[in-house]
C-alpha cells in the first residue's frame, strides 16, 4: 500500500510494504527467503528543495553557473533501497522538480520488488567525476555536464536521468567495449546477474509507466545503466 503525504507543496511521503516479491531484473532467478524483519520493511521517500548545506556542496561541483537549471529547479529527494547485501539503506538523488515524484514512484516499486542497488550518493562525493562515480558502482541523477566527447549538455545536467548500477549495467560501446571497465563482464545481457536491468524486466518497466526510455534500447551503443525523460 501506498500512502501520501503532501506539507506546502514541497514534502512527499511514502510508504511501501517490502513484501515476498520477486527480483526486478525481469530473468528467471528465485528470490532467497524473505526474514520477518525484510517483511517489515517499508520504504520512505521524502521530496524537499534543495537545502543549504547541500546546495553550498552542490556549487562549483555538480552545479555552477552557467548550468542549464537554475538551483531552485532541482529538487533533493531522499528515500530507502535494498542494497545488494539484502539490507535497507538510505540514499539521495537530485533530480529536476518535475521529475522528483516521478523518481519516488519508481523506487517505490523498485523498493517493493527488492531490486537491490549497490549504493546511491550525490555525485558529489566523487567531485562531480562521472567516472569515478560509475567505478564506484554508484547510482546517481543530476550533474551539470556535457555529454561525453561533446560539447551540448547531457540529460543529467537538466536533473531528468539516472543512471542506475553502473557496474551491472554498463554503456557498451559498438566495438564491444565497456565503461565503467569494471562492467566488461557484464557485456553478455544474457545473464540475470543481481542489479542487472533487462529488457522488459521491473526496472524497464517501471520507468516506462512513467513516459522514461531505457537506453539499453539506444541504436549505435547501449546505455544499460541510463534512463532519461527524453530519451536521450
Known amino acids: 500500500m501506498i500512502k501520501r503525504s503532501t506539507f506546502a507543496g514541497i514534502a512527499l511521503c511514502v510508504l511501501v510494504s517490502a513484501g515476498r516479491l520477486a527480483p526486478a531484473s ?23 528543495k534543495i537545502p543549504k548545506d547541500i546546495a553550498k556542496r552542490m556549487r562549483g ?78 547510482t546517481s541523477a543530476f550533474n551539470c555536464r556535457n555529454v561525453a566527447g561533446t560539447d551540448h549538455w547531457s540529460e543529467h545536467a537538466y536533473g531528468r536521468a539516472i543512471d542506475i548500477n553502473p557496474v551491472q549495467n554498463p554503456y557498451v560501446r559498438s566495438d564491444g567495449s565497456a565503461s565503467p571497465e569494471k562492467g566488461a563482464r557484464y557485456v553478455d545481457r544474457s545473464q540475470d546477474a543481481r542489479g542487472m536491468i533487462h529488457d522488459g524486466g521491473g526496472v524497464v518497466r517501471a520507468f516506462d509507466k512513467i513516459g522514461w526510455s531505457w537506453g539499453g534500447n539506444f541504436s549505435s551503443a547501449q546505455d544499460y545503466q541510463h534512463f532519461s525523460a527524453t530519451g536521450h
Open 26 to 48: 525481469g530473468g528467471q532467478t528465485s528470490a532467497p527467503p524473505v526474514s520477518s524483519a525484510q517483511a517489515r520493511a517499508v520504504f520512505h521517500a521524502e521530496v524537499t
Open 61 to 138: 561541483v555538480s552545479w555552477h553557473k552557467g548550468c542549464p537549471v537554475p538551483m531552485k529547479r532541482l529538487r533533493l529527494v531522499r528515500l530507502n533501497y535494498w542494497g545488494f547485501d539484502r539490507e535497507v539503506h538510505g540514499g539521495k538523488l537530485v533530480v529536476n522538480k518535475r521529475q522528483a515524484h516521478n523518481m519516488v514512484e519508481v523506487f517505490g516499486k523498485l523498493f517493493k520488488k527488492r531490486f537491490p542497488i549497490r549504493r546511491m550518493k550525490l555525485v558529489d562525493a566523487y567531485g562531480a567525476d562521472d567516472n569515478r562515480s560509475m567505478n564506484h558502482n554508484n
